[in-house]
T-cell receptor, first 118, second 112 residues
Framework: GAVVSQHPSRVICKSGTSVKIECRSLDFQATTMFWYRQFPKQSLMLMATSNEGSKATYEQGVEKDKFLINHASLTLSTLTVTSAHPEDSSFYIC??????????????FGPGTRLTVT | EDKVVQSPLSLVVHEGDTVTLNCSYEVTNFRSLLWYKQEKKAPTFLFMLTSSGIEKKSGRLSSILDKKELSSILNITATQTGDSAIYLCAVGYGGATNKLIFGTGTLLAVQP
């Protein structure tokens, strides 16, 4: 149980274009979904927190107009990287906490999306 | 500023060795400490610790939290090559949403 999927797993795009990444909880309803970014040999950095039906909360230093988050349902959140630039190239990972789960701190992670901007 | 620090940053051992990974934290409104294993893709959950001094075990892995010392250790006994991964420590902290702050990770390489 508690499986989270992400799509696509890998994407290459040209500078200036936008890319959408989907995060789905497959067998549970997610109270909250989180978006992280991980640069090579570094740890996960939280970008934003999203709750279904409300606006995402962004961490300090993360541009909300550049990283658009939509949390349309209890099983789906999307991250859109707008006007992507090479410095946005990174590994983007989403996670979700289960509604009514044993702990609201136990996050289930998706497999990640490798974004390369050329 | 809240932070989670792990040591060592990397470690190379031989199969059969026992390793101890360390995690220390300075986090306001501490709620829980979690350990994850990250291989090529996303982290997989290992343990969540909330109470000091109570060891959690899963096979060859075990972990314990020391709230007085603001730290935790993750032990792996009889290591195998399949244990090679990055081990991440994360601290859950209170507030309106249950966020995690991650440490830098320890890269463990187990050689045959």
């Amino acid at each position: 149980g508690a499986v989270v999927s992400q799509h696509p797993s890998r994407v290459i795009c040209k500078s200036g274009t936008s890319v959408k990444i989907e995060c789905r909880s497959l067998d549970f309803q997610a109270t909250t979904m989180f978006w992280y970014r991980q640069f090579p040999k570094q740890s996960l950095m939280l970008m934003a927190t999203s709750n279904e039906g409300s606006k995402a909360t962004y961490e300090q230093g993360v541009e909300k107009d550049k990283f658009l988050i939509n949390h349309a349902s209890l099983t789906l959140s999307t991250l859109t990287v707008t006007s992507a630039h090479p410095e946005d190239s990174s590994f983007y990972i989403c996670s979700a906490t289960e509604f009514g789960g044993r702990s609201s701190y136990e996050q289930y992670f998706g497999p990640g999306t490798r974004l390369t901007v050329t | 500023e809240d932070k989670v620090v792990q040591s060592p940053l990397s470690l190379v051992v031989h199969e059969g060795d026992t390793v101890t990974l360390n995690c220390s934290y300075e986090v306001t409104n501490f709620r829980s400490l979690l350990w994850y294993k990250q291989e090529k893709k996303a982290p997989t959950f290992l343990f969540m610790l909330t109470s000091s001094g109570i060891e959690k075990k899963s096979g060859r892995l075990s972990s314990i939290l020391d709230k007085k010392e603001l730290s935790s250790i993750l032990n792996i006994t009889a290591t195998q090559t399949g244990d090679s991964a990055i081990y991440l420590c994360a601290v859950g902290y209170g507030g309106a949403t249950n966020k995690l702050i991650f440490g830098t990770g320890t890269l463990l390489a187990v050689q045959p």
